[in-house]
């Protein structure tokens, strides 16, 4: 199955400054996936991201907010720009591996 | 637009018991669905992927199953251990390559 490693695994930002999360993945893959966990929620996926296209973004979420990189098909970055209090969350990668997809250990971003 | 949703949202039991965990989704049209576990402030671990046309999954003391028409799946742990404790998190797939759909989670804790 794929492995993910991903980075930061924590971070403490102070706001207005930006945080980029990368995603290495031992194989390629098609497409990769970003999710936000909220404090006391479940996953919600921020957008879905295919190597050589942009990011195709869910409804709430917007790439100047959170830019990503796909530039090839082993790798991708999220970036969490002028931060806020509110974008304190768990952020998670995934991808497709061969039983079933995979997530990174995700990045805890807390913003001050 | 698919909802996915699981009871009981939290569950406290002793040691050696075996247990359930339910999962229901609105829109039966699903690709797979996965069971994930997550513990406190960490990332997923995959537990067991079951796609659309089979019933259930077994791994050693999980075993998963679908009913995809009643749109509903089940988590079973035999003889639980306080390493079970955790967060355990149901997810379906309505195409393949796209992404998760996610329920809230079933806060687990099992006590020694």
């Known amino acids: 199955s794929a492995v993910i490693s991903q980075k930061p695994s924590r971070d403490i930002c102070q706001r207005g400054t930006s945080l980029t999360i990368q995603c290495q993945v031992d194989?390629?893959?098609?497409?990769m996936f970003w999710y936000r966990q909220q404090p006391g929620q479940s996953l919600t996926l921020i957008a879905t991201?295919?190597?050589?296209?942009?990011?195709?973004?869910e409804s709430g979420f917007v790439i100047d907010k959170f830019p990503i990189s796909r530039p090839n098909l082993t790798f991708s970055t999220l970036t969490v720009s002028n931060m806020s209090p509110e974008d304190s969350s768990i952020y998670l990668c995934?991808?497709?591996?061969?039983?079933?997809?995979?997530f990174g250990s995700g990045t805890r971003l807390t913003v001050v | 637009k698919q909802e996915v949703t699981q009871i009981p949202a939290a569950l406290s039991v002793p040691e050696g018991e075996n247990l359930v965990l339910n999962c229901s989704f609105t829109?039966?049209?699903?690709?797979?669905l996965q069971w994930f576990r997550q513990d406190p402030g960490k990332g997923l671990t995959s537990l067991l992927l079951i796609q659309s046309s089979q019933r259930e999954q077994t791994s050693g003391r999980l075993n998963a199953s679908l009913d995809k028409s009643s749109g509903r799946s089940t988590l079973y742990i035999a003889a639980s251990q306080p390493g079970d404790s955790a967060t355990y998190l149901c997810?379906?797939?309505?195409?393949?390559?796209?992404?998760?759909?996610f329920g809230p989670g079933t806060r687990l804790s099992v006590l020694p």
């Open positions: 991201a295919n190597q050589g296209s942009e990011a195709t973004y």
């Open positions: 995934s991808a497709e591996g061969t039983h079933g997809y995979t």
């Open positions: 829109d039966s049209a699903i690709y797979n």
């Open positions: 194989s390629q893959v098609t497409m």
């Open positions: 997810a379906v797939m309505r195409r393949y390559g796209q992404n998760f759909v």
